[in-house]
């Protein structure tokens, strides 16, 4: 049967179109109204909403409704509630309320709160988001809520992300009024975000404990054949792989999401998703739910889903990129160099905006993107370094260039352009000088930030975006709002800041080792792990422009910052513990087996004396005796420093300990265990291969 995807598309979902059939045209306006401008709803009206929402969602089948909101978990939340409402003579009818849409009283205190729980009552609530369509998924009407405490303080992804949505708004409104676009009322921030993940078949998946606890390997000997031959990068989809694709492909679309690039990526059995791109916001919720599908649709066709952001050592781990752009409700790209005069200057200044942030709060990026997962690949030559930078292209920085220098431009056709802020050459969007090493590039109209961990909300990251873009825009205002001379002063200025923040902008090779000590030289900062980067987010500046903006209170950074730290911490104690219980039941085991085998055979030799005993023999003796040796010794080590972890109270200690201690003593033992991976002969080798998980699925 041939599948009708306009028809199939939003099936599933409670958006505009259903909307204005099934509202009373008063209804639909006023929900309209808070839905493009943030005006308070009356309780009638979501009265109104919720009944037809009941009735849409009934009618697909739906018995329950839930508030689906975003907990600092990483992940999503839901509790479900039927419809049903008792009614004389025993019998139910379906119902659902105003009150019930807009508000839910979900307990907090089983959720991470970072310290607002002593703080505060655990009571928590969930508000609608009317700005994100109500779907359905499992028979459920899921309706997108923030989550709050009792006292109004964030304790999910969504709040702070919509809060900085409003700030950008507000700033880049004021900047655009300066240029005469007085018809612009709303500005948002748009993204596509790129989805990395890996397939693997779930019978070899259900024996490898380290994949079901932890997401990742924790240890596995190089394959003899990796990703060297680059050959699955944009190759022939595997028949298995392209139905669950479909499927996949065909349950988003239901939801409304604009699924629409999908392919083979560079590592064996890693693949790609990329939709088109929305609302951040809606881009973040649909980003949620494509990673649950992923998950719950590759259950269905024999496989598991790895989002981990570095499953196996030695091959490509798996990231996702963020394309940020922004954009005015009047359907401009402000990221968008255009090629009339004022419309340059116009896109120079915000490009000097995005610059002189992403300088600014080089750390704040960075922190937006850490977390131990991505430990693993950032600066792990593969992805973008732990370095902030941003990356032009060679036709915007030779602009950029004779900006700084005062000096003439020469465009492709070789055409002597004088540049002040108002002259720019067309600036063409297909970017030919792509360059993937760059964590921050800009490609064409929009940036892309390739930081961001595979298996994290795109939340955080967006967050710090829209806030210190924000923040400069404002800064921006206030100069020129003042300004007699608009132009000059327009030119001064992003001729100064272009200059000030010269050493953000890389056009080179970010893998290089040159790069680092380069990077260095100009000051920028290298946070290597998230241990490192975490205590940016406290940072005086870090508070300073979270709260001018009213992102996130003094409290609310501190808490997040606590359940960063605690969440860093519990994912490497997770990790050892796994690693220790697979080592001392079956690693253990197989390589004593081995030895024993290798020992009675050579007893057995000198006892007879009726075969010489040769070289060979003996030295795998002695090499497995030692690696056994070591074994145990580097397991007692990791046992006893996870022990010590229990007797650290404080977090941000804590979190060092797990980073300096029990990583680094987990890798010992990895070491060990992959020497003898080697030499164990499969048959007593307890667990899969890397070669036999990547290449699974058949
Ligand atoms: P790539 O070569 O990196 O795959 P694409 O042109 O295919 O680049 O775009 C990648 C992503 O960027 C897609 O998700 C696309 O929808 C998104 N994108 C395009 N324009 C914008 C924009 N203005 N704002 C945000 N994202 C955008
Ligand atoms: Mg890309």
């Known amino acids: 049967m041939t599948m009708n995807v306009p028809e199939l598309f939003g099936c599933k979902v409670f958006n505009d179109a259903v ?89 907090a205190s089983s959720f991470p ?31 997108p809520t923030a989550f709050c405490s009792y006292s109004g303080e964030a304790l999910d992804k969504k709040t702070p992300l919509l809060r900085s949505m409003q700030t950008l708004d507000k700033s880049a409104v004021r900047v655009l009024k300066l240029f005469g676009n007085n018809d612009v009322k709303r500005v948002i921030t748009t993204v596509g975000p790129e989805q990395e993940y890996f397939l693997v078949d779930q019978e070899v998946y259900n024996k490898r404990p380290d994949l079901i606890y932890t997401g990742r390997t ?27 694709m479909k499927e996949l492909d065909e349950e988003l679309w239901k939801l409304g999401i604009l699924a629409k690039t999908k392919h083979n990526e560079v590592a064996p059995a890693q693949h790609e998703l990329a939709p088109i791109f929305s609302t951040t916001n809606i881009a ?26 570095k499953p196996f050592a030695g091959v490509n781990g798996s990231g996702k990129h963020n394309n940020w752009s922004i954009s005015t409700d009047t359907g401009m790209n402000l990221l968008e160099p255009g090629d009339t005069p004022s419309r340059n200057a116009q896109f120079l200044l915000f490009l000097t905006a995005v610059i002189k942030a992403v300088d600014d709060y080089q750390e704040l990026l960075r922190v937006s993107v ?67 090493t760059s964590p921050f590039a800009f490609t064409g109209n929009k940036f892309e930030f390739r930081s961001l961990g595979s298996s994290a909300s795109i939340s955080g990251p967006n967050i710090v975006l829209n806030t210190i873009v924000a923040e400069v825009l404002d800064q921006f205002a206030d100069e020129l709002e003042k300004a007699s001379d608009f132009d000059k002063s327009l030119n001064e200025l992003v001729r100064r800041e ?43 500046k870090a508070i300073d422009v979270f709260t001018k903006h009213e992102v996130f209170s003094k409290t609310e950074l501190h808490s997040r910052y606590e359940i960063m730290l605690e969440n860093y911490s519990k994912v490497i104690n997770i990790e050892a513990l796994t690693l220790i219980s697979m080592v001392k039941k079956d690693i253990m085991a197989a390589a004593c087996c081995y030895e024993y085998k290798l020992a009675k055979t050579l007893n057995e030799k000198k006892a007879t004396g009726l075969l010489p005993i040769n070289k060979v023999e003996e030295n795998q003796f002695k090499n497995a005796d030692k690696l056994v040796d070591s074994l145990a010794d580097k397991l007692e080590k990791l046992e006893s420093a996870v022990e010590k972890a229990s007797e650290i109270e404080d977090v941000c200690e804590l979190a060092k300990y ?41």
């Open 218 to 244: 924790l240890f596995g000997a190089k394959p003899p054949k990796g990703q060297e031959l680059e050959d699955h990068y944009f190759g022939t989809i595997k028949a298995r792989v392209s139905a669950y």
């Open 113 to 143: 709160s970072g310290g607002l729980r002593a703080t505060f009552e655990a009571r928590g609530y969930t508000a609608w988001d009317p700005t994100s369509y109500a779907f359905i998924k499992d028979d459920t009407l899921c309706i």
């Open 658 to 698: 797990h980073r300096e201690v029990i990583f680094e003593d987990m890798n010992a033992l990895r070491e060990v265990v992959d020497a003898l991976e080697v030499i164990v002969p499969s048959k007593l080798w307890p667990y899969p291969t890397y070669g036999e998980i990547l290449y699974s699925v058949k």
């Open 370 to 436: 850490a977390s131990a997962g991505n430990d693993h690949r950032l600066g792990a030559n593969e992805a973008p370094p732990a370095i902030i930078s941003v990356f032009l292209g060679d036709e915007l920085e030779g602009v950029v260039e004779s900006i700084v220098n005062g000096t003439d431009y020469h465009d492709k056709e070789k055409k002597l352009m004088s540049i002040g802020a108002t002259v720019l050459p067309h600036i063409p969007q297909d970017t030919t000088d792509r360059n993937r």
């Open 19 to 107: 909307m204005k059939e099934r509202l009373p045209k008063d209804t639909y306006k006023a929900l309209k109204k808070t839905i493009d401008e943030g005006t308070h709803l009356q309780l009638d009206v979501a009265n109104v909403v919720a009944h037809a929402m009941k009735d849409w969602a009934t009618e697909q089948g739906a018995t329950h409704f839930t508030h689906w909101f975003q907990p600092m978990t990483g992940i999503t939340a839901e509790k479900h509630d039927s419809f049903i409402s008792p009614e004389a003579g025993g019998k139910v009818i379906m119902s659902f309320s105003g009150k019930e849409l807009v508000k839910g009283e979900p307990d």
């Open 284 to 309: 973040t919720d649909h980003n949620q739910l494509t990673m649950e599908l992923m998950k719950t649709i590759a259950a269905r066709h024999g496989m598991a889903c790895l989002l981990h952001e």
């Open 498 to 540: 272009l200059t000030a923040h010269q050493r953000i902008i890389f056009n080179g090779n970010g893998y290089a080792g040159e790069w680092v000590a380069e990077a260095e030289k100009r000051g920028l900062s290298n946070l290597k792990s998230t241990v490192d980067a975490l205590p940016a987010f406290i940072s005086e």
